[in-house]
């Protein structure tokens, strides 16, 4: 079975500028989780969706925001872009029906900020 | 913040030699998993252990569960040159579908 997809792998973008990440899941999961990894902070959580709905929310501000759609596939938008903001953005996908299921990562998109 | 703080942040090791990790965590937890992640790339699940189970061994890994030091350790037996990764563990709460990850340990297996 296919595994979690990430598109695009690579982005470079400037200040202020906004992006949208892609990710599909796993066929039949229904739970997407995105994470931010940079090497000053690690893996931070930013949220989770769940059939269609945002589930559990990280510590993150708004400009951060996502969606899931109706099979599953969800996309996550960051506006106004900082340097900051440069990291590996992870997807996960799980059946989210109970406590700390495994979660099924993709290969990221690597995010440059210039 | 973290639930999951591993032990050593760095371990260079020689192939053919153990490596062991450990994992130190605050709250009671249902479960904790151990991920691997290669340079830059996705994690990749390990293996899960339930706050039931004390230990368990998938090929040549084993993980033990000590829930009254709320530790668990990760030994990977005679390592290679590709076990070279980041390890992570993630421990999962009650009432929380996500586990929260720890900043994991870096190792590198020298050939």
């Known amino acids: 079975k296919a595994g979690v997809t990430q598109t695009p792998r690579y982005l470079i973008k400037t200040r202020g500028q906004q992006v949208t990440l892609s990710c599909s899941p796993i066929?039949?999961?229904?739970?997407v989780s995105w994470y931010q990894q940079t090497p000053g902070q690690g893996l931070q959580f930013l949220f989770e969706?769940?059939?269609?709905?945002?589930?559990n929310k990280g510590n993150f501000p708004g400009r951060f925001s996502g969606r899931q759609f109706s099979n599953s596939r969800s996309e996550m938008n960051v506006s106004t872009l900082e340097l900051g903001d440069s990291a590996l953005y992870l997807c996960?996908?799980?059946?989210?029906?109970?406590?700390?299921?495994?979660?099924?990562f993709g290969p990221g998109t690597r995010l440059t900020v210039l | 913040s973290q639930q999951g703080e591993e032990d050593p942040q760095a371990l260079s090791i020689q192939e053919g030699e153990n490596a062991t990790m450990n994992c130190s965590y605050k709250?009671?937890?249902?479960?904790l998993q151990w991920y691997r992640q290669n340079s830059g790339r996705g994690l990749v699940h390990l293996i899960l252990i339930r706050s039931n189970e004390r230990e368990k061994h998938s090929g040549r890994l084993r993980v033990t569960l000590d829930t009254s030091k709320k530790s668990s350790s990760l030994l990977i037996t005679a390592s290679r040159a590709a076990d070279t990764a980041s390890y992570f563990c993630?421990?999962?709460?009650?009432?929380?579908?996500?586990?929260?990850f720890g900043r994991g340990t870096s190792l590198i297996v020298h050939p």
């Open positions: 969706y769940f059939s269609e709905t945002q589930r």
């Open positions: 993630a421990t999962a709460s009650g009432g929380s579908y996500i586990p929260t």
């Open positions: 066929s039949g999961h229904r739970s």
């Open positions: 996960a996908s799980s059946f989210g029906i109970r406590d700390g299921d495994t979660q099924y």
């Open positions: 709250t009671s937890i249902n479960n």
